[in-house]
């Protein structure tokens, strides 16, 4: 007896793709066909279309090879030369030429150029030493002076000089002023400290404008002293508490309050 050939099994794959031709039967065809696509492209990485492999770039509807050369890397990038040097190496003439590090330099951080190690400073293409005075350290500094004063020392016609620092009084971390504060309880008249003599009912004020001292609330300065407010009818105590305001609807004249 002859056999009857078996049916082969359909895939779930292959029934899948039929059932797409059947509703679409363009859609498998246009996926599969590379009419009007340029070579060396792949998928774009937003939106529909194609762009460019690394190492290309569009030209004229075409993706055309980047020419990077020695010592550089294509940076796959539709604006500039579409490459970039490598770390050590800086752009000459479309070449990428060696970045000569002078003695007692470093390639900086982005690697297309050099600094000065610290102590030394660049001049004429190279790094010379920064001449520390003495009581000084170097501060590494591109521009301006390149060393600074040590703690208790200030710059004076290009030296650091010791601080004399009075009594009552203790170096300060600020580099203007006489190169110290005073004490609490002190302010500096001339290049001294002399205590704040605070009244009674005064407390001291360490600001360094006005007399070291203000009144409690419901004093007023007078001179050297402080002195209760005269609070007039219809009148209080103000915002500052060391002087008086009306009521509302009262206004000040004088020395009392009146009716508008």
């Known amino acids: 007896m002859i056999g009857v050939p ?5 895939s779930v794959h292959s029934l899948a793709l039929l059932a797409l031709l059947a509703v679409a039967p363009g859609i498998a065809l246009a996926q599969g066909s590379s009419a009007g696509i340029p070579e060396n492209t792949r998928a774009a990485s937003y939106g529909s279309g194609w762009e460019c492999e690394r190492g290309y770039r569009e030209l004229n509807g075409a993706c055309a090879a980047v020419k990077v050369p020695a010592n ?5 990038t539709s604006y500039g ?7 050590g190496y800086r752009e000459d003439n479309n070449t990428c030429a060696a970045i000569e590090v002078p003695a007692n330099a470093y390639l900086n951080s982005s690697g297309a150029g050099w600094e000065c190690e610290r102590g030394y400073r660049e001049v004429n293409g190279a790094c010379a ?3 520390v005075p003495a009581n000084a350290y170097p501060t590494n500094s591109p521009y301006g002076r390149v060393w600074g004063c040590n703690r208790g020392y200030r710059e004076v016609d290009g030296a650091c000089v010791a601080v004399e620092v009075p009594a009552n009084a203790h170096l300060a971390d600020s580099s203007s002023g006489f190169g110290w504060d005073c004490e609490r309880g002190y302010r500096a008249v001339g290049k001294a400290c002399v205590a704040v003599k ?3 009912n005064g407390y001291f004020d360490d600001a360094s404008y006005g007399r070291g001292w203000k009144c409690y609330r419901g004093y007023q ?3 050297e002293a402080c ?9 209080h105590i103000g915002y500052s508490g060391n002087d008086w305001d009306c009521d509302r609807p009262y206004r ?3 020395n009392g309050c009146v009716l508008p």
């Open 198 to 200: 605070v009244p009674e």
């Open 227 to 235: 002195v209760a407010l005269k609070v007039p009818k219809n009148a």
């Open 81 to 87: 030369r579409g490459w970039q040097c490598d770390r």
């Open 221 to 223: 300065a007078t001179g």
């Open 6 to 10: 078996r049916p082969r099994a359909i």
């Open 129 to 131: 030493a920064v001449k």
């Open 72 to 76: 550089a890397y294509p940076t796959n």
């Open 252 to 254: 000040k004249q004088q």
